[in-house]
């Protein structure tokens, strides 16, 4: 769709315009002209919003969509538009679905079901078979089908010698290994954080050394054999730490940090909402800030909204019971401002790129003359409770519900497609 885009301040800090409030030409999906009151000699068609702000394309290093097999909970189809009218661009799919994402045919199935959608989706491979922690999967096969990392979501390797083993076999194709942290042993039965709230609500407790534990052992392993790690949505403040000692010595190593993980604490368990109960589980205060300062000093490389729908007969139960996960599409940015300046929040919602995708980022994708045309739509201003009536995923399963939110998405231009919600 040729557009012009009115009116739009820039923010991009790889970009000669950044801070500045321009018109954007878009031809076939290049921009072609960037300018203050440009003709429209074509009748192209055009997008004048309020206070519109404009940047990079958002990228979601975490969302789970349910197909094949949990199409009740969302399918590919409506979470890939669900994900544009939340800002973003691209996603990477994890392999969580029935059957795990764990071959070839899988890898090339779930990118047939993205054909043709302005959302680009980059799947993720399963690490082990079936996600069983056992067999290593068909690692060099995904890659070649279009996998970008191989990783089981939310489900920790215990067993270190296959970690070291895919570690050192992923490095003869530049392969991505995404290692997830929570010592089963150590966590046992545990729901919630361990802390004053989970001992006075009666909850069994997941220590923060459930993380860091793990953590600790994955970046021992790394160190011995090299290549390149990744460790998804951390959650206390020695992780960061831990994290920050590594990259000093020189690892290849980056994290992300879930939204939720930073705007939200235990204390939101009081009412044992099963919509709050995620994993890792929410942490205290002195963690949240320390996951802030993380992504202030840039020990934190990226932020996902860890988007994991469940049908309401998997959260509407027994607080132990329930099913970890919450959405978080929908909600990701105006959550973010209410505790993040909004440069930062761009920088660390476009940064998961340069990881998982090297390919679209970085200055491909600057919002500059001559390139493709890859741009996330929004006001960052203006304050509001986030609402059912704001949810778009077929699940309901949002941890922010009844939460203020600062903002608003209008949508995404990609693909040389336009999606306003």
Known sequence: ????????????????????????????????????????????????????????????????????????????????????????????????????????????????????????????????????????????????????????????????????????????????????????NIKGNGVANEGAVSTRLGLKGIPNLAEELQIARNLFLLEYTGGKLHIPTISTAKSVELIKEAKAKGLNITCSVAVHHLVLTDEKLENFDTRCKVSPPLRTETDRQALLNGILDNTIDMITTDHNPIDIEHKKMEFDLAKDGTIGLESAFGALLTVLPLEKVIEKLTAGKATFCPEISGESQTIAEGKTANISLFNPEGQRIFTAENILSKSKNSAFLGTEIQGKVYGIFNQGKLVLG
Not at 61 to 67: D, K, T, Y
């Open 1 to 184: 769709m040729n557009t012009i885009i009115r009116e739009a301040k820039i923010i991009d800090a790889e970009s000669p315009f950044h801070n500045q409030t321009v018109d954007v030409l878009i031809v076939e999906g290049i921009i072609q002209k960037i300018g203050t009151s440009l003709p429209n000699t074509d009748n192209f068609h055009e997008v004048k919003l309020d206070n519109l702000h404009i940047s990079q394309g958002w990228f979601d290093s975490s969302v789970s969509l349910g197909e094949p097999g949990f199409e009740d909970c969302e399918n590919i189809a409506n979470g890939l538009n669900v994900a544009a009218k939340s800002g973003f661009t691209a996603i990477a799919l994890q392999p969580n679905s029935n059957p795990i994402i764990d071959n070839q045919s899988q890898i090339n199935f779930v990118k047939s079901k993205a054909n043709g959608f302005a959302t680009e989706l980059f799947p993720i491979g399963a690490l082990t078979k079936a996600s069983e922690g056992k067999d290593m999967a068909e690692l060099f096969d995904m890659k070649n089908a279009g996998a970008i990392a191989f990783g089981d979501y939310n489900k920790s390797l215990d067993n270190a010698n296959l970690l070291k083993i895919a570690l050192q076999y992923v490095q003869d194709f530049d392969g991505l290994v995404i290692a997830f942290a929570q010592d089963s």
